[in-house]
């Protein structure tokens, strides 16, 4: 009887369906669509992989330039995290992109992924009150 509460408690926190939508856009610095979201700024786009918030910031003997990007992902990353990417010539030009992934209702808004630790944090907290039960 135990168990089953619990998987009734899981199940409540995960989405319930399989296509949700993520908020869609791209801009240099920070402007709407970077660190100062703004989500009357953005469109939405239905999804059914992942949302993701991306930020890319290239350095060249010319100059800097950073650039803020959402939306759906064309693939399904292999985890719902962040992950950073870099490379360049030495010298000359270096590069970064750090994406952050996510899978629920308009999820890529946050500079992280607090409904996920949400998710997590209720979880815990469902097994560890049936648990007493």
């Known amino acids: ?8 408690a899981m199940a409540a926190t995960l989405a319930t369906c399989d296509a949700f939508n993520c908020h869609e856009c791209s801009s240099p610095k920070s402007e709407a669509c970077g660190e100062t979201f703004s ?6 786009v239905t999804c059914d992989t992942a949302c993701f918030k991306a930020v890319t910031k290239v350095e060249t003997i010319l100059g800097s330039s950073t ?3 959402r939306g759906c992902s064309t ?7 962040c992950s950073k990417d870099s490379g360049g010539i030495s010298g000359l030009a270096s590069g970064s992109t750090e994406a952050c992934y996510c899978n629920s209702e308009l999820c890529n808004s946050a500079s ?8 997590i944090v ?12």
């Open 39 to 44: 989500a009357t700024s953005a469109t939405t």
């Open 122 to 133: 209720m979880i815990v907290a469902a097994a560890l009150f049936f648990q007493k039960f």
């Open 112 to 119: 992280n992924l607090l409904p996920s630790i949400v998710q």
């Open 1 to 8: 009887m135990k168990t089953v509460a619990v998987l009734i």
């Open 67 to 69: 650039t803020y990007s």
């Open 75 to 81: 693939t399904t990353p292999n985890s719902m995290s």
